[in-house]
């Protein structure tokens, strides 16, 4: 299983990340046609956050324990048991938008237009995803996995 | 004696817990024996589906909620079409309305809801249905396909009422929703967004009359309904009605025995009911709540699947605890997109209430003490999920409240040690700093 992680000690919040994967998913692979000609933008499946000069780059982490394929309402959110990664089938789904209120992150979102969800696909097999190969201070990098990840244990504040 | 079969994973009930569980036990024990038993005749389908079935905008072969061929994938035998009539405590055995009997080492009771229908004179009549099974939407269907000129009376708006609603709309059934209460979903939406809801529905075409009831349902000689009349004395002609009024637990099967049941059958942290190795999840079980910090009934499909996910796990031996589960629903009928989970109300003044509002945006969150302990969303629910996420985790968010509420909200709204949890970064791998812990 593949996943991509930020550093953002070094993400300045361009947004080219954002503007690659548009541009990967769009129907046409030419900026200027895609932004400008083709009827509505192509949707970004990362998003960059920014506040002061703290940034980073998020998109779906295809989580170990992945809420939005438990709350799915039809079965169209599952885990591609090769891949590992969490995949939205276009058919299946009602853009109900379940899945969305269950996502820690925020990080599946629905194409309005079709009013299906999309999310990050690791631009369907490309070797390397377009934000990572497009980000111009390497904050972002790939890692692949044999198994599960290792658990990381920052805590959460405890509740009063 | 004739000897009982006896399988490791008993599971009654084939939806969103028994497929929660099934999923899980084969994650844990691949090749313990499990049978699924479910009283209706098909492989799993999504129930909320029922209503894109009747509006017709989806064909039955497209309700299927795991592949066709995800029993035989599993090695899970399924036995449907039957209903089991009755569970041996003594003997861990069930009997079916075949007459076969099956014994169990772990049982699963995953047997959902039924459809609340209360006594009303005349519900016998032809043309009056309930909402909530494959069945009830094919039945609708043929029913108005004899009679297309049928309008409808709903009965009760709430969620499976409006549902239904829309379906017939989408068929060109005129319809009438009768609500009890003031205003239609006022379970799951608080004043502001069931009165968005309310216009969508009347603009669409629909009528709503609240405040009353139906206090009979008017058959003709040939026993088919012909109209209601209300509390108030006045009458609707209808040619069809249909009662949504809810569903409760389906309880039949463990009422009478030592299970013990208070609205639903109860269950701990592991979703195991008072009688070890036996387990319920869903619309049938009350398991914990974190909003209430207490036992409570959340009939939604997500609830019922990790329900069923958590006593799968058990069952299997793996322990784990149930989250815990509150009511959320997400909603989109006639285009108006709402997000409502936990409290839709603040139940009185110890709890605050923080609001914006502009435009088509509103977004609502009920707290106390500094914890989320409702939320309703419209207009723009993206990133919705970061914010229920608090709630459920229980997070103090008292000192950033005002910015959950903000067009932006995002990772960056919570403090650090939390993003940081969420992003849950980079771990130490071929030499890669991990940047964050
Ligand atoms: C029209 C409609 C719309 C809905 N929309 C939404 C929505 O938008 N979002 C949401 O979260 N939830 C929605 N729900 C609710 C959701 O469908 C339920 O919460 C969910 O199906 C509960 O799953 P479950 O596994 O507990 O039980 P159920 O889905 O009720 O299934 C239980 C199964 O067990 C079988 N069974 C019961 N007793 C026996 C027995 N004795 N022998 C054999 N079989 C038995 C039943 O026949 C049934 O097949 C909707 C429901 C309806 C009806
Ligand atoms: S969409 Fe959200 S919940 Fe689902 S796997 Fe991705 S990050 Fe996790
Ligand atoms: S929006 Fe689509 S993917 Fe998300 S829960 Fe609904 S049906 Fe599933």
Redesign the interface.
Known sequence: MRKI?????VCIGCGLCEVYCQLQHASVHDLIKAFKKRGPRPLARA?V???GN?S?S?RC?NCDEP?CV??C???AITRDTESGMITVDE??C?????C???????A???DKEHKKMIKCDFCQGEETPACVANCPNEAL?C?EYEGA?????????S?? | MEKTERIKYLIIGNSAGGI?AIEAIREVDTSGTITIVSDEPYPVY?R??IS?LLAGKRTID?L???PFDFYEQNRISTIFGNRVTKLDLTNNTVFLDSGQKIGWDKLLLATGGTPIVPPIEGREAGGVFTFTTLADARAIDDYIRQKPDANAVVIGGGLIGVSVTESLLNRQVKVTIIEMKDRILNVILDEKTSSMEDKAVRDSGAEIITGHTVSKINGNTHGEVYGVTLDNGSVIPCGMVIIAIGVRPRLELVSGTDIRVNRGIVVDKHMETSIPGIYACGDVAEAYDFVYRENRLTPV??NA??GG?TAGLNMAGKETDYPGGTN?N???YFGV?I?S?GMIVAPDTTYDEIITNHEDIYKKLILK???ITGMVFSGD??????I??LMR????VESFKQSLVTDDV???SL?E??W????????V?NG?EN???
């Open positions: 992680y930020i550093k953002e000690e998003r956050e920014a506040k703290l980073f998020v982490r809420q438990y709350a309402l039809t079965g058919e299946k009602i853009g109900c938008c379940t969305m209120l269950v996502c820690p992150l925020g599946i979102k629905q990098f890692v990840e290792k658990k990381v244990t920052a805590e959460i504040p509740p009063v | 929660g999504s909320p589906l894109d497209k299927n909620y795991r499909w997500p699947y990790l996910r959320i997400s909603m989109k997109y997000v989970a003490d500094g914890l629910v993206d990133r919705a999920g970061i229920y996420n985790d229980r997070i103090n995002g990772l960056l403090p040690k939390v940081r949890n969420r992003l849950a970064t980079a771990p791998v890669i940047s964050i812990n």
